[in-house]
């Protein structure tokens, strides 16, 4: 069975301040993808990595792909009100289509 | 392009009583899936359909769960008779089949109160 551990679960932090989203699992994955999920809507993906190693940058959101292709790391620089929400990690590969983290709720305080 | 439709955005019904819920996919998109969101957990797949085929139902409860998807385009989700536990959003996703990098596209989901 493939497990997603995504660290930390909750995280209430200022305007302004970076902050670090971990997704971590013992299964090797295919791809990894970053959703972000607003209250009363489903989750829409920001990024999908495929290489180990590999790093995408989608404004002041950074994505990087482990080099064992099991773990992800979501950061984010200078944060904003706009950026409070549901972070998902999604790894593809094996039999499932997709395998999602637990989430880490953000919340960015003006 | 419209997007995921799901319907209806909210139920409330008691346990033991019988619940269904709808899905209309993005137009082309042969890959739909049905997912579970209990309360601060991720998406849990119920079953992915291919056109109107099961691809994958390994998670999905199937002595008070049932699916379909006759036509390869609409889908429904039923649940018979429903637990508290089925309390959930039950989320559902459509796609071009591309592999690894396929993206999903969610709809808004069906919020489920069972009491």
């Known amino acids: 069975t493939q497990l997603l551990e995504q660290s930390p679960q909750f995280l209430s932090i200022q305007e302004g301040e970076n902050l670090t989203v971990y997704c971590n699992s013992s299964?090797?994955?295919?791809?990894l993808q970053w959703y972000r999920q607003e209250p009363g809507e489903g989750p829409v993906l920001l990024v999908t990595?495929?290489?180990?190693?590999e790093v995408k940058k989608l404004k002041r959101l950074t994505f990087q792909f482990g080099d064992a292709r099991k773990d992800s790391s979501l950061h984010i620089t200078a944060a904003q009100p706009g950026d409070t929400g549901l972070y998902l990690c999604?790894?593809?590969?094996?039999?499932?289509?997709?395998?999602f983290g637990s989430g880490t709720r953000l919340q960015v305080q003006p | 392009e419209a997007g995921v439709a799901q319907s209806p955005r909210y139920k409330i019904i008691e346990k033991r009583q019988s619940v269904a819920f709808w899905c209309n996919p993005i137009?082309?998109?042969?890959?739909l899936y049905w997912y579970q969101q209990i309360l601060g957990q991720g998406p849990k797949l119920l079953i992915q359909?291919?056109?109107?085929?099961?691809?994958?139902d390994s998670q999905l409860p199937k002595d008070r769960f049932s699916a379909e998807r006759l036509k390869g385009v609409d889908s429904t989700l039923k649940i018979q008779p429903a637990k508290l536990e089925d309390s959930a959003v039950y989320l559902c996703?459509?796609?071009?089949?591309?592999?690894?990098?396929?993206?999903?596209?969610f709809g808004p989901g069906t919020r489920l109160l069972v009491l």
């Open positions: 996703a459509s796609s071009l089949p591309l592999g690894p990098q396929e993206t999903q596209y």
């Open positions: 299964s090797v994955f295919s791809s």
């Open positions: 990595v495929v290489t180990g190693g």
């Open positions: 999604a790894g593809a590969g094996g039999r499932r289509a997709l395998t």
């Open positions: 137009s082309g998109h042969a890959t």
């Open positions: 359909f291919q056109n109107n085929g099961v691809v994958d």
